[in-house]
Nanobody, 124 residues
Framework: QVQLVESGGGLVQAGGSLRLSCAASPSGRTSSMYNMAWFRQAPGKEREFVAGISWGGSSTSYKDAVKGRFTISRDNTKNIAYLQMNSLKPEDTAVYYC???????????????WGQGTQVTVSS
């Protein structure tokens, strides 16, 4: 069982930056062996894949709309995954969720564990 807790969301103006964090527990080898991903869900829309990273950090994947603006990373010594978001746009407004799974996929069903979500609001 892996528990995920997101933090770092908030209100930012368009063009600004935020860094989201996802702390995984329990600490140690169990949590670090999962692939991690960030999804987001805007009001009235389905949850969508934003970015993912393999358990060792060597592979990453991004939604086309965030390529060049968002960067996913992880620190397995701290059991934390990050999502650095730059050049934010109003259309990035959503609840952002951290997920952990055995495979690096873009589908919601590909992940076994989810955090509670953190709100990101980008004003124009």
């Amino acid at each position: 069982q892996v528990q995920l807790v997101e933090s770092g969301g908030g209100l930012v103006q368009a063009g600004g930056s935020l860094r989201l964090s996802c702390a995984a527990s329990p600490s140690g080898r169990t949590s670090s062996m999962y692939n991690m991903a960030w999804f987001r869900q805007a009001p009235g829309k389905e949850r969508e894949f934003v970015a993912g990273i393999s358990w060792g950090g060597s592979s990453t994947s991004y939604k086309d709309a965030v390529k060049g603006r968002f960067t996913i990373s992880r620190d397995n010594t701290k059991n934390i995954a990050y999502l650095q978001m730059n050049s934010l746009k109003p259309e990035d407004t959503a609840v952002y969720y951290c997920a952990a799974g055995r495979f690096l996929r873009t589908a919601v069903t590909g992940y076994d564990y989810w955090g509670q979500g953190t709100q990101v609001t980008v004003s124009s």
